[in-house]
């Protein structure tokens, strides 16, 4: 699950408005297929995990950081398809999908025959999502006050005028999940102030 978070890591501000996830495919005790989340949100990690794993895939074990999909909005099979389709024989999940059309991955591959577990690594992979987790949850982006804007889909430049809970909500919608300030700017301490920041990165 270790090498699973690197990869989700790796893709942290670049997936937006999906979650950063990891897939790692082992077979025999070694790796075989690995994936994350693509550019923008496609493909799923999953998708790319198995087709990394060629014909190996049958029997596998798999590492995810978060539950696989149950359905997809693309018209695309689900992530929970496509793996129970290459007979994958066990998976382990760090942490659940929040999103109420995507969950129920787990439930399928079960009844599929895949036997499943969930919660490995939990903590550490709701904190390389905690963006996507908050959106759904509350409807509001992640914010934090941070100088390096790697890790997030964008800085945050309200339009003059704009409250800036209405326009971090109006950004979540866009699908934004991730957003930084710099920080020692006049909107930091405006943001900090209204309780809008979770978080404060230390340089």
Known sequence: MNRAL????????KVA????????????????GEGATGYGGRPHAEEIAVVDAGEEVFGGEVFVTLAPCGQRT????????????????????????????AAHGLTYLTASGVDTSLGLMRDEAQTVNCGFFKVIRTGLP?????MDPSRYDRAFEPVPGEDHGVALKRLAREGVTRMFIRPDTKLAFELTASGLVDEIVSP
């Open 74 to 101: 693309a018209g695309r099979p689900s992530c929970s398809h496509v793996l129970a389709e290459a007979k994958v024989a066990r998976l382990h999940a760090a942490c659940e999908d929040p999103h109420p059309f």
């Open 17 to 32: 408005p999906n979650p950063a996830v990891g897939c790692v495919i082992v077979k025999g005790g070694q790796l075989i």
């Open 6 to 13: 690197a990869l989700a890591r790796r893709q942290m501000g």
């Open 142 to 146: 992640w914010l934090a006050i941070d």
